[in-house]
């Protein structure tokens, strides 16, 4: 069973910073690539960014460009999501998913954690 656990949101001032961690069980987290999705209040869910499996490809949505990391840390069952500069726009909260493959142009499977929540306010 596909299982993921975001952990790292809180509340943070507008330019502070954050690092997410997502820690997956129940698949083998090196052979798939994993995305970071996140969802404000009112707003239907979007992509933020994602990693190939060996971390060799890397995507972000245009709004987070220069501003977020991704990683990865195979051993560790764990992604990253390292976000700097943050705006009062970043709040939402974030979750991870897996792809159904190793690059970032595979699909999503349909299995979600809880999500962690970030807030960007003064």
């Known amino acids: 069973q596909v299982q993921f656990a975001e952990s790292g949101g809180g509340l943070v001032q507008p330019g502070g910073s954050l690092r997410l961690s997502c820690v997956a069980s129940?698949?083998?987290?090196?052979?798939?690539?994993i995305g970071w999705f996140r969802q404000a209040p009112g707003k239907e869910r979007e992509g933020v960014s994602c990693i190939s499996s060996s971390s060799s490809n890397t995507y972000y949505t245009d709004s987070v460009k220069g501003r977020f990391t991704i990683s990865r840390d195979n051993v560790k069952n764990t992604v990253y999501l390292q976000m700097d500069s943050l705006k009062p726009e970043d709040t939402a909260v974030y979750y991870c998913a897996q792809r159904t493959g190793s690059t970032c142009h595979h699909g999503v499977v349909d299995a979600w954690g809880k999500g962690t929540l970030v807030t960007v306010s003064s």
């Open positions: 129940g698949f083998t987290l090196e052979s798939y690539a």
